[in-house]
């Protein structure tokens, strides 16, 4: 009996040791090394606008649109990198590296039979960037039948996602203490 509960106690602990472990996985928005897996070429080149454009001007867009072929296309990114660049003239373009980080991790830890980027939960991370999140929670919610999924509408529950935040990382989350994905 006393093997059982010692047993019970090293999984519970190994569970919730994993649990932080993918925490500080997320807020360091990283795969193995820290690093995500990165985007292939032919993926950025396909979705470059949806990707940027939470980020990109009005002209941008345009001349995206405007751009035919796949050199032009490669031509605009490059562009479009070089004026984001906080460090002209030399080799690494930070603000780049850092957001296509951001994409390739909210790809692949916020899929929801859409690619991460493109889900509110994505969005947000791109937007403020993993530092903010300080804990994540999962609550199961009675369905009020009102805007819900067909399950929760039958009385089911849903799980709605709460994001605990350090409003102190960006003075445009101030006051805001968590943000409730539904």
Do not use: H
């Not at 035919?68 to 562009?79: G, P, R």
Request: hydrophobic share 35%; proline share 4%.
């Amino acid at each position: 009996m006393r093997k059982k509960q010692f047993l019970a106690v090293g999984l519970v602990f190994a569970l919730l040791v994993t649990m932080g472990t993918g925490l500080g996985f997320a807020q360091r928005g990283g795969g193995r090394g820290g690093q995500p897996a990165p985007l292939d070429e032919a993926t950025i080149l396909e979705d470059f606008d949806r990707m940027v454009e939470l980020i990109w001007t009005d002209e941008e867009e345009d001349a995206w649109k405007d751009a035919d072929t796949d050199e032009q296309k490669q031509a605009f990114i490059a562009a479009f990198w070089e004026g984001r660049d906080p460090t002209p003239g030399t080799e690494d373009n930070e603000f780049r590296e850092q957001w296509m980080a951001r994409v390739a991790y909210a790809n692949r830890a916020f899929n929801e039979g859409s690619p991460g980027y493109r889900t509110d939960r994505g969005k947000f991370y791109l937007i403020y960037g993993p530092d903010v999140i300080v804990a994540q929670e999962n609550k199961q919610v009675a369905g009020s039948g009102v805007g819900q999924n067909a399950e929760s509408q039958r009385g089911g529950t849903t799980t709605n996602i709460i994001w605990t935040l350090d409003s102190t990382r960006n003075p445009f989350l101030e006051g805001k203490e968590d943000v409730t994905f539904a």
